[in-house]
């Protein structure tokens, strides 16, 4: 992955998800009642949120967790309450501000949000790291190559999605009708399981991983496939 290419899609992302559609994915993450279309969204969400927990420990203290693509921290949350010390980091200062207006004061000394690039050394070492709905959004190689950026600082395991290249999904997106009109995203890119497999086998900065678990969910127009790659 060339730097150039990495910050032109990072600034698509900030622009997208800081300005064009802040206010429609503050409501999806809420609890506020919303249609029955995003709806779907939001169960494919949450669906995706319960299996990546599913892969870490129920008891997380003293433990260092990577949110990279934190949104408005639903996850980070979560991880919070099972102990861990959460750097959770996104593009978006927008979301990042109202992810700590609905973080709860007893969790503040477990949570720390950051508007910025998940790569940046800055945040250090972890023993996990969660992708959730971030790395959807680049090409296949791409994407392993942010894998093994991540692998580079992390102990034990990386737990990412990505959008499971499909013909219902690819004909999804080519007509615009992955998501609801106004959390419509252009930059959600498919890729095959064989084919990131593939990738991740043969990529020199995850040579010490395998991929230890995959799963895959679908609400209507939300697809997709949470991976679990494993230090090994």
Not at 220 to 232: A, L, P, R, W
């Amino acid at each position: 992955m060339t730097t150039i290419r990495y910050e032109k899609k990072r600034s698509e992302l900030e622009e997208y998800f800081d300005r064009t559609a802040s206010q429609a994915w503050a409501k999806l993450t809420s609890d506020a009642p919303v249609s029955g279309i995003r709806a779907t969204v939001r169960a494919g969400r949450d669906q995706t949120r319960d299996i990546l927990l599913s892969r870490l420990p129920e008891n997380l203290a003293g433990t260092r967790i990577l949110d990279a693509g934190c949104g408005t921290g639903a996850l980070a949350v979560e991880l919070a309450k099972r102990g861990a010390h959460v750097i959770a980091v996104d593009l978006s200062a927008t979301l990042i501000d109202l992810a700590k207006e609905r973080l709860d004061p007893r969790l503040e000394h477990l949570v720390e949000f950051h508007a910025g690039d998940m790569l940046d050394p800055k945040f250090g070492y972890f023993d996990y790291v969660v992708c959730m709905d971030s790395v959807i959004h680049y090409q296949g190689n791409d994407k392993v190559s942010v894998l093994g950026q991540l692998a580079k600082n992390t102990q034990h395991k990386i737990i990412f999605t990505f959008a499971p290249s499909t013909f219902a999904l690819e004909l999804m997106i080519r007509s615009g009708k992955l998501f609801p009109k106004k959390d419509r995203s252009p930059f959600i890119v498919p890729i095959a399981e064989n084919q990131i497999r593939d990738e991740i086998k043969q990529a020199e900065d995850l040579k010490d991983w395998d991929v230890t678990f995959t799963q895959k969910v679908s609400s209507m127009f939300y697809k997709s496939q949470t991976m679990e790659i494993t230090k090994k």
